[in-house]
């Protein structure tokens, strides 16, 4: 929308001198936790599904990789940060499941998984960039597959494709971390009674299955592209997204999804000025957009033979990411899409955008008349970016004050750092 684009040394001693040492060594823990957290951010999702394709134990594969972070953490301080992170602790990890394996190997398929993750003498480590192509996409389908029930495909894909802590997925969909412990456990074993299949479907379970797949990229997405969120999930659905691509040509919803990711991660860069603050569209810098996405996008929207809910957002996305400026924006082309796209997808906040598109393109009583008939519906109750959305509005109705104190009522229901800022930072310029 338009208003928000979607340790320190010390003294050991206690004599109260300072031992040169001590920067130093602190220094370098700081920087190999830094490093072994960054890697596992990207490596974590590509060594999990690796190991579950291998020995098919969702438990262990998890497992090993946690213990390959924790190795990192104790051994990178003193021997530095391996040249490539990533293989480093596939190695760990893969090693560490071989060890479990052999004291268990009380199962001719676990003695035959030895061979399997046993590289050949000789075999280098895969690059942290190298493709372990479908291992990812196939844990993708097997997380989504219909035999769970919705949460716990969430639950499931968050937890083994992004890593997301179990504590934080528990507060994201409202219960005990102990609760839903117990749900990720249920929703391995039900994979596993049931005979899932670790793989990418075809025929009518591929029809069954994408929808979902889908919904799950663009979260993996969203959670990289959030104020505060980690720009390698973002990375990643857009890697995943061009892998489902080329599998899948002939689904317009897939080319679609692609071409949609790809304008909106086009302004990665441009979304934060020098001191690291949100900028809203209208402030970017459009020269520092990344022209090849955008290119890349447009040449995926073309082959887009479907109006389903991706190809009208792709549709919107590709309005704001080839307009010359904020004021060239085509606004009554993103309110038709938006009116096509309440239709076949309503929710609050589609509604909310169409609103914020109706205001830009036929004035804001246009679009204060839609906020007014949503809030009269309950659908924007506590919603910051609905306040937001009525204080952009009243601004450009040349009420400065009303839409200052709109954007601090917003703030204070905002939750990220960076979001609130934003927010406060719009009613400080209005104010002024």
């Known amino acids: 929308m338009a208003g928000i684009d979607a340790p320190t040394g010390h003294d050991r001693t206690g004599t109260g001198t300072h031992d040169p040492a001590d920067g130093h060594v602190n220094g370098g823990v700081a920087a190999a936790a830094q490093a072994a957290a960054a890697a596992g951010v990207h490596a974590y999702p590509r060594i999990v599904a ?16 946690q213990e390959a972070l924790a190795a990192a953490l104790e051994r990178w301080p003193a021997a530095g940060v391996p040249a490539n992170p990533g293989g480093w602790l596939m190695t760990v990890a893969r090693n560490r499941a071989i060890d479990v394996l052999r004291r268990a190997a009380v199962e001719r398929r676990k003695l035959h998984d030895l061979a399997v993750l046993t590289p050949a003498d000789g075999q280098p480590e895969p690059e942290a960039g190298q493709d ?6 196939r844990l993708i389908f097997t997380c989504c597959h219909p035999a769970l029930a919705t949460e716990a495909r969430v639950a499931l894909t968050l937890r083994t494709v992004c890593g997301v802590p179990t504590a934080d997925i528990a507060r994201l969909l409202l219960v005990s971390e102990s609760t839903m412990t117990r749900r990720l456990t249920r929703a391995r074993t039900r994979i596993a009674l049931a005979g899932i299949p670790y793989r990418v479907p075809s025929g009518p379970a591929l029809a069954e299955r994408l929808p979902g797949v889908l919904a799950v990229l663009y979260l993996l997405f969203t959670r990289g592209y959030l104020p505060d969120g980690e720009p390698a999930f973002a990375d990643e659905a857009v890697r995943l997204a061009r892998l489902l691509d080329r599998l899948m040509s002939e689904q317009s919803e897939v080319v679609a999804l692609l071409a949609l990711l790809l304008f909106q991660h086009s302004r990665r860069d441009a979304r ?13 810098d459009r020269a520092r957009w990344d022209r090849a996405a955008i290119a890349e996008g447009l040449a995926a929207l073309v082959r887009v033979r479907h109006d389903g809910p991706y ?34 997808r309503p929710s609050p906040v589609i509604a909310l955008n169409r609103a914020v598109a ?8 246009a679009g204060l008349g839609l906020l007014d008939a949503m809030r009269a519906g309950g659908g924007l109750d506590g919603n910051p970016l609905a306040v937001a959305a009525r204080a952009d509005l009243v601004a450009r ?3 400065r004050l009303r839409a200052a104190a709109l954007f601090r009522e917003a703030s204070g229901m905002a939750g990220p750092t960076a979001q609130r800022r934003a927010l406060l930072d719009r009613a400080d310029d209005l104010a002024r």
């Open 132 to 137: 372990v192509v479908d291992d990812r996409l």
């Open 272 to 284: 934060r000025d020098a001191a690291g603050n949100l900028l809203t569209l209208e402030r970017q």
């Open 50 to 65: 690796t190991l579950i394709r291998v020995t098919g134990d969702w438990a262990l594969a998890e497992d090993c990789t």
């Open 397 to 399: 109705q040349g009420d």
């Open 311 to 344: 190809a009208w957002q792709a549709r919107i996305a590709a309005c704001h990411a080839t307009a010359a400026s904020f004021d060239a924006t085509d606004w009554p082309t993103i309110a038709r899409a938006y009116d096509a796209l309440a239709d076949i």
């Open 358 to 365: 109706h205001g830009y393109a036929y004035g804001p009583v």
